[in-house]
């Protein structure tokens, strides 16, 4: 795999939709690229370090539940932030910018018409989490609204895949793999694979699910900010390069991990979205609270990190290597070592998170499912 995340200038967005007034606020983002090459025959992960243009951006008057007020006259058509098959293609989400919550994001799933100052609001899902209370949302923290990235949106024109004119998703031809974040336990298989038919019959050319209907067309599904898929090249000898063009997040990122089962490991299949290569003393992973060291220079217990190298041509790849963090005053003292790696050999500076990419922190199993937040300050 080869990643390379280039930023090319500050550039205004200044995107709209209709029904949608832009007078609250506009920024200016950084542009980038990233490009990503899938070996032929091969698996490669592939994640977006980059976001879709803005089209909201405001601070909250007030947080009820799920539900959030906005500051000023910004004016909203009802549901117009909300997916329609057919009629409006985004699904969107919101990610605060200032705050205790800044870095996260959050489903939008209804919006209010009102036309009233102070009135307009915006639902999202909260997916088990709260906005209220202590380390919540407050008046005055800022908020963006933005397009998950869908597969027509990176893979525009299908770009770098290899398409199919078999119905049932045989023979030569790229396929995407998509992993389920509820999955409980370790080793996760695909929960969804995707190709493009470029056929004119069952409903004509677009993106289908294996197993989920020759004519339910699948241009739209989403992936996550913080997830990856992986390109398999079926069949296919030839590499091909993904390149997404995108904003550049600001500000720290924040990532949930955590357990899902009592007393069962548990593998979070993540990316992060910044568009620059990172070493583990820089992730802030361990130090954040979110991965558990051990005291056992061997790393017989423990939090463990998973990477894998994607420059071989292989499919179903194991992690070529594991880190874990030690926390010890003996060999050499604490910090990140590698499985394998040689005892005193400290890691803490080894570059392993590559933008566009993908890895598993497999948390070591708790008595009680528990949910961590990795926090990672701006990196530039």
């Known amino acids: 795999m080869n990643a390379k995340a280039l930023l090319l200038a500050a550039s205004l967005v200044a995107a709209s939709i ?82 205790t919550r800044a870095g996260m994001y959050y489903t939008v799933v209804a919006n209010n018409g009102s036309t009233v100052a102070d009135a307009s609001t915006i639902t999202v899902d909260l997916n088990g989490d709260t906005l209220q209370g202590a380390g919540g949302v407050v008046a005055g923290d800022k908020f963006q609204v933005v397009p998950y990235w869908s597969l027509n949106t990176v893979f ?59 004519t339910a067309i699948k241009n739209d599904d989403i992936i996550l900010p913080d997830m990856y898929v992986v390109i398999r090249q079926e069949e296919v000898s030839t590499s091909l390069i993904n390149t997404a063009v995108g904003l550049v997040p600001s500000g720290e990122r924040k990532y949930i991990v955590g357990t899902l089962l009592p007393n069962a490991d548990q593998d979070n299949v993540l990316a992060i979205d910044i568009p620059v290569p990172m070493s583990l003393a820089q992730s802030n992973l361990y130090q954040s609270g979110a991965f558990v060291g051990t005291s056992q220079i061997t790393g017989s217990t423990g939090d463990k990190l998973l990477l894998f190298d994607d420059s071989l041509v292989l499919k179903n790849k194991a992690a070529s290597k594991i880190y874990y963090y030690f926390t010890g005053d003996t060999f050499g003292g604490p910090g990140w070592r590698m499985l394998g790696g040689g005892f005193t050999s400290v890691k803490n500076n080894d570059v392993v998170f590559q933008p566009g990419s993908g890895f598993i922190i497999r948390k070591q199993a708790t008595p009680t499912p528990t949910t961590t937040v990795w926090t990672i300050p701006a990196v530039y």
């Open 156 to 214: 525009p024109g299908q770009v770098g895949i290899t398409k199919t004119a078999q119905i049932n998703g045989v023979g030569a031809l790229t396929r995407i793999l998509f992993f389920d974040p509820n999955f409980a336990g370790v080793n996760p298989a695909a929960s969804a694979i995707y190709y493009y038919f470029e056929g004119t019959t069952f409903g004509g050319s677009g993106w289908r699910k294996v197993g989920g209907g020759f």
């Open 18 to 99: 209709p029904g949608i007034s832009m007078a609250a606020e506009v920024s200016t983002e950084p542009v980038g690229f990233n490009k990503v090459t899938a070996l032929g025959n091969s698996d490669t992960r592939f994640s977006l370090p980059l976001h879709r243009p803005t089209v909201f951006a405001g601070a909250v008057l007030s947080v009820n539940n799920s539900v959030l007020t906005i500051q000023g006259g910004q004016t909203l058509s009802a549901n117009q932030l909300v997916y329609s098959a057919g009629v409006q293609s985004n699904v969107y989400y919101v990610t605060f910018t200032t705050g």
